[in-house]
């Protein structure tokens, strides 16, 4: 069956890096694009970038210019490199999947960006 495993949160301070995982298995992954979002408590689950099958990628306004996505097909895996973090993007970050209508989401990878 298909499924998303997101790796790579923890905590970090303010100004920080982290690179965040997503594995993918049960699907040919590189047939299919793939997209971050991020969840605080109490909110709305909030878009973060999108990584198209061919490669072609897009990021909310908040992280653009801070955070890069990227994909490695052979390892079936998406990467998201999050640069000069703030507290702001304390979350938990989960990739999904679409298809014809249907969501696939992982378990999530808390990022906690605190001094």
């Known amino acids: 069956q298909v499924q998303l495993v997101e790796s790579g949160g923890g905590l970090v301070q303010p100004g920080g890096s982290l690179r965040l995982s997503c594995t993918g298995s049960?699907?040919?992954?590189?047939?299919?694009?793939i997209h971050w979002y991020r969840q605080t408590p109490g909110k709305e689950r909030e878009w973060v970038a999108t990584i198209t099958s061919g490669g072609s990628t897009i990021y909310a306004d908040s992280v653009k210019g801070r955070f890069t996505i990227s994909r490695d097909n052979a390892k079936n895996s998406v990467y998201l490199q999050m640069n000069s973090l703030v507290p702001e993007d304390t979350a938990v970050y989960y990739c999904?999947?679409?298809?014809?209508?249907?969501?696939?989401w992982g378990r999530g990878t808390l990022v906690t960006v605190s001094s």
């Open positions: 999904q999947r679409r298809e014809n209508g249907m969501q696939y």
């Open positions: 049960g699907f040919k992954f590189s047939w299919y694009g």
